[in-house]
């Protein structure tokens, strides 16, 4: 997965080091998959995520979509010659997450030269769906048509 280790990718404001990306250090996660158009992260439960009731905060639900969904599209675009921003996620809770490890995983639906369509799942330690997310991500930056990498 590595891009160089820091390797400046996106110009002079922003690095990325794809073997220790900063929000997977942050998390303690560890992403178990990222291939073309899908990403599986596996999380384990920690009590600062948590409400008064010891369940994981639905918002920390969307940023492990957010993610997940984020390296399903690095495993689309492994060449990181095009750049997207997310525009619209829409988050679903179906079941709280009151221990255990957890998976995020996330999948391009559809990619288009402008838009970028994507799905993700928030699945408990047993395989139940916790949370399912879709989102819009718009492309800002793509290789020329008919370039060659």
Not at 17 to 43: C, S, V
Not at 68 to 97: C, E, H, Q
């Amino acid at each position: 997965m590595s891009q160089g280790n820091g390797k400046n990718l996106f110009g002079d404001h922003v690095q990325i080091d794809l073997d220790q990306p900063n929000t997977i250090k942050t998390f303690g996660a560890e992403i178990e998959t990222m291939e073309d158009g899908f990403a599986r992260i596996k999380y384990r439960y920690r009590r600062e995520w948590c409400n008064p009731r010891g369940t994981i905060q639905g918002g920390m639900y969307s940023v492990f979509l957010d993610e997940a969904m984020g390296y399903a599209l690095m495993g689309k675009f492994p060449k990181f010659d095009t750049l997207w921003t997310t525009t619209s996620m829409t988050v679903n809770l179906l079941r709280p997450i009151d221990g255990g490890d957890f998976y995020a995983e996330g999948r391009v639906v559809r990619a288009g030269r402008r838009a970028i369509y994507t799905e993700g799942e928030v699945l408990t330690a047993h395989g139940k769906s916790a949370a399912r997310a879709s989102a819009n991500f718009l492309v800002i930056q793509s290789p020329e048509p008919g370039a060659t990498g």
